[in-house]
């Protein structure tokens, strides 16, 4: 495989205490990597020190930038931002409490060799060698939000929300430079726009475990996201 130019983004709201850990372990990771790394670590109105955290691994890792937003704008709108920042060839994001692993990055890069826009993360689908260690109710809930969305939105996906996407470049103005939605509902919105735009997709089982800490209310993020499905429909 040919050397890639790779972008990494890591949205991150007041995680001074996960952040750092799971920094070392993505650094490591590039360290150890024949293809060309940047990480752009999008500091979303956090209250705490994750800015200054993240800022100590620039010596280590020079290729780390920390991009500042003025106040909390939500998940969808921090990764936006990192993406139109970023300035390699394939460009992703990966959620700050290290549920997934960066080892899943080149473990999945061929697809792009085979002609995928996007490769996108599942906690649903299996390969027979990977390991999702979810909690039990949030593997329920997740599995009938998926089937609704699935029936009212998206086709053929079964896990819209894994915090592991990776794109082609070229896509990024396409999908996200009319993408309305600024929290956790984004990846909705895009992948509604990727299968209207025709971009080949491929979803592809990565190992994933639940992190104590979780930003995300189910229930009450849930409601939202259906909302958001009425408002993508609206919007495009």
């Not at 983004?9 to 990771?29: G, H, M, N, S, W």
């Not at 899943?104 to 996108?120: P, S």
């Amino acid at each position: 495989m040919l050397k890639k130019r790779i972008s990494i983004i890591i949205p991150a709201k007041d995680e001074e205490k996960r952040l750092p850990y799971f920094l070392k372990t993505v650094i490591d990771y590039c360290h150890q990597s024949s293809h060309k790394y940047e990480i752009i670590v999008v500091n979303d109105g956090s209250k705490d020190q994750t800015a200054a955290r993240a800022l100590s691994f620039q010596r280590e890792f020079p290729s780390l930038k920390v991009l500042e937003l003025d106040r909390n704008h939500g998940k969808g709108y921090a990764v936006k931002q990192g993406f139109f920042a970023a300035s390699g060839e394939i460009v992703l994001f990966l959620d700050a409490d290290g549920s997934t692993a960066p080892q899943e990055i080149e473990r999945h890069l061929h697809w792009f060799e085979q002609g995928f826009d996007m490769v996108i993360g599942s906690r649903v689908i299996t390969d027979g060698k990977s390991q999702v260690k979810a909690l039990a109710y949030r593997k329920w809930m997740g599995s009938v939000f998926n089937f609704l969305v699935s029936s009212m939105l998206i086709q053929g996906i079964k896990d819209t929300q894994c915090g592991f996407k990776m794109f082609r470049a070229s896509t990024i103005p396409s999908l996200f430079g009319d993408l309305h939605l600024e929290g956790f509902g984004f990846d909705l919105e895009v992948l509604y726009l990727a299968q209207k735009m025709n971009f080949r997709i491929k979803e592809v089982a990565v190992n994933w475990a639940h992190v104590e800490g979780s930003k995300v209310h189910m229930l009450k993020d849930s409601l939202r996201m259906f909302w958001n499905i009425n408002q993508i429909k609206k919007w495009h």
